[in-house]
């Protein structure tokens, strides 16, 4: 996966309050276009505004994606093993991990893109959409997105559930790491795993 696009996609999705009633192609532009703008916003630029920039992207980030079902999507097979309160424990803690990741890491390489194009929209028995961008860096590469969503049960707003860049699905990536490493070890070890590089992740919740 190419860490750079990678994390323009999570950027462009990440911080949009949803417009009601808008397509999901709709979202996503304006998303962009919000981003942009935040992040060239003169009152957040320098180091000074590392801390705020980075609780924005974090508090933003709730907003526009579907933590719960992506978490599920990628524990695969083995969160039906699970009792709820490791479900909820696992969902914390997976939505935190990418937070804390991405989150600081957003404003440096938010500035090597150069322009989106906007390609293709498709929805699926009106529950599902597929929304496919283009992503063109400064150095005129460019680099194919698709974001899978959803729509919220109230069916005025689309979450985002998945990014696929490039052909490779965050989903299916992580599902394939947390796979092997709970067939390795355990479940308990997949936790510890995350925890390790996660140092501000939640308590473990009382089982």
Not at 65 to 84: M, Q, V
Request: neutral net charge; proline residues 4%.
């Amino acid at each position: 996966m190419k860490t750079i696009p990678f994390l323009i996609a999570l950027l462009l999705f990440a911080l949009l309050p949803a417009a009601h009633g808008e397509s999901p192609m709709q979202e996503i532009k304006a998303t962009t276009e919000k981003v942009l703008a935040l992040l060239s916003k003169p009152s957040l630029q320098g180091d000074a505004k590392k801390d705020e920039r980075r609780q924005l992207v974090r508090a933003e980030m709730d907003t526009r994606f579907a933590w719960e079902d992506s978490a599920r999507a990628c524990l695969g097979r083995h969160w039906i093993k699970r009792t709820p309160a490791e479900r909820t424990e696992f969902i914390k803690l997976f939505s935190e991990f990418l937070k804390d990741t991405y989150s600081e890491k957003i404003a440096t390489y938010y500035g090597d893109l150069d322009k989106v194009d906007y390609q293709s929209e498709k929805i699926v028995d009106g529950g599902y959409a597929s929304v496919k961008i283009l992503l063109t860096t400064k150095a005129k590469i460019d680099h194919p997105v698709e974001y899978r969503m959803e729509k919220t049960a109230s069916g005025d707003d689309w979450k985002v559930y998945d990014v696929v860049i490039e052909g490779i699905s965050l989903v299916k990536n992580y599902r394939d790491q947390f796979d092997a490493i709970i067939s390795k070890s355990n479940y308990e070890g997949l936790i510890q795993e995350i925890k390790s590089k996660h140092p501000t992740a939640p308590a473990a919740s009382a089982k």
